[in-house]
């Protein structure tokens, strides 16, 4: 089966600078995870959908970060504007179903000059 | 809330040579304890999980891992490490038997030859 897809893999902005990440989940899976992972550091739990709905979106910094899942398929998450500290690879996870098993994109990679 | 400490941030190995990769955790509540492996340019992947039952569990290339609930501890283990087992190696958490996963800060596992 297909997996979970992430675009750009890469991405280099200045601060203050804009950008957005989009992720498709894997076919069916109505849960959806981004998660932020500081070099050095496990990844971070930013937001989960349920669908299109919103289940936890307390460690997202919402001054500067968005995330939307319209349709409950694929989502963007943005970053406006963007810090230094935001400099980090972001991953896109899906499951078919709140507790049951992750599945994880390989990331982009965001770096904040 | 949970926590995860990895007490090792770099285990370099000989080919052959068993590894212990160290994990221990934090939580008021009963959670569910997980290995992730992460490869060069790859996303992560689970690597082996204990949802209940046997507290030794075991991944299907000879990794196995034991839950130690007096020790709030579940340490990775191989008798005897390839070259392909390079890789960043996260143990996380979950209260619930996947869903919203606490990660430690990750073990860079390097084999050489």
């Known amino acids: 089966e297909a997996g979970v897809a992430q675009s750009p893999r890469y991405k280099i902005i200045e601060k203050r600078q804009s950008v957005a990440f989009w992720c498709n989940p894997i076919?069916?899976?109505?849960?959806l995870y981004w998660y932020q992972q500081i070099l050095g550091q496990g990844p971070k739990l930013l937001i989960q959908f349920q669908n299109n709905g919103v289940v936890d979106d307390s460690q997202l910094p919402k001054d500067r970060f968005s995330a939307e899942r319209l349709k409950g398929v694929d989502s963007t998450l943005k970053i406006q504007p963007a810090k230094l500290e935001d400099s980090a690879v972001y991953l896109c996870a899906s499951s078919l179903r709140q507790s049951e098993k992750l599945f994880f994109g390989s990331g982009t990679q965001l770096s904040v000059l | 809330a949970q926590s995860v400490t990895q007490l090792d941030s770099q285990v370099p190995v000989f080919e052959e040579a068993p590894v212990e990769l160290r994990c221990n955790y934090s939580?008021?509540?009963?959670?569910?304890l997980f290995w992730y492996v992460q490869y060069p340019n790859q996303g992560l992947q689970l690597l082996l999980k204990?949802?209940?039952?046997?507290?030794l569990v075991e991944s299907i290339n000879g990794f196995e891992a034991e839950f130690n609930k007096s020790q709030t501890s579940f340490h990775l283990r191989k008798p005897s490490v390839h070259i392909s087992d390079t890789a960043e190696y996260f143990c996380a958490v979950s209260v619930s038997s996947y869903g919203k996963l606490t990660f430690g800060q990750g073990t860079i596992l390097t084999v050489h030859p």
């Open positions: 076919s069916g899976h109505a849960t």
């Open positions: 939580s008021s509540v009963s959670v569910y």
């Open positions: 204990y949802l209940s039952g046997s507290t």
